[in-house]
């Protein structure tokens, strides 16, 4: 069952009156031109250009979809601060929609009654299928290791999920793991199971076949499944990990800078590997960046919308209160990484789904 709430929203009220010059000059003025020379009609059509006002086609209200969870009530208190300055800087009414399914948000946009979601990079790219979704900026957060938010230009619009074993357990390669025991998190979770399942086919491993493999039920428990010695292997994601080993619940090696989502060479990983102590978790392979949430739009709305829309988005960085609470900001990364649309952002999952022959339609 679809959540819908309207409660704290409101729409800003538009009233600056726009100056129309043009459409006051005197009878006398407007009947100077020459009428046989065209000039009449030029005259006209100038003026209705001025005083066209350019958000006549945009919608009243915009109504922005999320997955609510077990809790959508939490999820809306968490996206208020975002929503209010939306509105803000829009000027019109948003309405908040939560599903109960990344389904049942996509389904919404299809039959219009979403016009903007955020939901998971393989949700969008069913969305793009299925209701013609357009991504207009990429969600980047703090990392859980900062206590105070605030914008980082050097922070990537990707994560990455690592294949893990326990130093010491006798696992030196990613190919040792055939025949062993080993710790997905969901099947339809990207970083604990598509991305990890996608690498391991990679380098040669068939896990349903040549693997003990078991699904833990989320990160922090596929983790410590191969921290205590449940299973030798393992697959997550570098927060995770980092979340974890402050917690104190786990002792890790990751990387030297300090730094997670950022790629790795097989050198970097194979040092880092053999520099790691008996009994921490160590790290055997990186997968390929996935992206992180997009912001995505129905396509077919007005293109002048649409670019405030995403103007808005972009802007996020440059509130530093919004920031502080929200802790995400969004960014669009297609000129930095050469691309001629956000969209092909997402190609990678759409390389996953192929190898591994994924029903999108399924995983909603």
Known sequence: MKHRWKGTLLALAVGATLAFGAACASDEE????????????????????????????????????????????????????????????????????????????????????????????????????????????????????????TYNPNAKPFYQSVIITKKGNGIETIEDLRGQSYAFVDPASTSGHLAPKTLLIKRGLDPDAEMKTVFAGSHPTAALAVYNGTTTGGGTNEGNLQRLAKEGQIQVCLWSDGEISQPRTEEEIRSTFEACPDGNIAILGVTDPIPSTPFAIRSELPQSFKDAVKAALLAMKDDAELVKTARYWYQDPSGDLGLEHLDHFFNSLRDIAKLLDLDLKSME
């Open 30 to 149: 407007t009947t100077t031109a020459t009428p046989a020379a065209g000039g009449g009609s030029a005259a006209v059509a100038a003026t209705a250009a001025a005083t066209e006002d350019p958000r006549a086609d945009w919608p009243e209200k915009f109504v922005l979809g999320f997955f609510g969870g077990d809790d959508a009530e939490a999820v809306l208190e968490r996206q208020q601060p975002f929503i209010d300055y939306l509105t803000a800087e829009l000027g019109v009414e948003i309405e908040a929609f939560t599903g109960t399914s990344y389904g049942a948000v996509i389904e919404a946009m299809r039959a219009d009654r979403v016009d903007a979601m955020v939901v998971g990079p393989f949700s969008y790219v069913l969305a793009v299928q299925e209701a013609d979704a357009e991504a207009l900026a990429i969600y980047t957060s703090c990392s859980s290791s900062v206590e105070v938010c």
